[in-house]
């Protein structure tokens, strides 16, 4: 799986950096579709601002895609993979519920 990450309008530390990266690699554990991974950090103002964290997962057909905003940077983060979390497993129901084979044949391409 591709990572990409993005920082908007500041530098991002490395433990950001690798905390981010980490919480979208353990979305692999639930769906192995995945393709690639988009990270993008930003922020609204210079003091008081609200951090800002959406991922966006590349899977085969679709974008899913999860935006959270809070007043630090970790907890956005954890809770845009939360809902990618629920999303990945509503994605995959709606899979398996159309045709089991699809399955077996897209794992099969890759």
Avoid: P, W
């Avoid at 964290?53 to 999860?66: C, P, Q, R």
């Amino acid at each position: 799986m591709e990572i990409q990450f993005t920082a908007r309008k500041f530098r991002a530390r490395d433990e950001l950096k690798e905390h981010a990266v980490d919480a979208v690699k353990k979305l692999a554990k639930f769906y192995d579709g995945i393709l690639s991974a988009d990270i993008i950090l930003s922020y609204e103002r210079q003091t008081n601002s609200v951090k800002s964290a959406e991922i966006n997962l590349h899977v085969h057909g679709s974008v899913l895609s999860a935006r959270e905003r809070s007043e630090d940077y970790y907890k956005s983060v954890d809770a845009a993979a939360e809902k990618l979390n629920a999303q990945l497993s509503r994605y995959k129901a709606k899979i398996r519920a159309k045709d089991k084979t699809t399955v077996r044949r897209m794992k099969a391409k890759e």
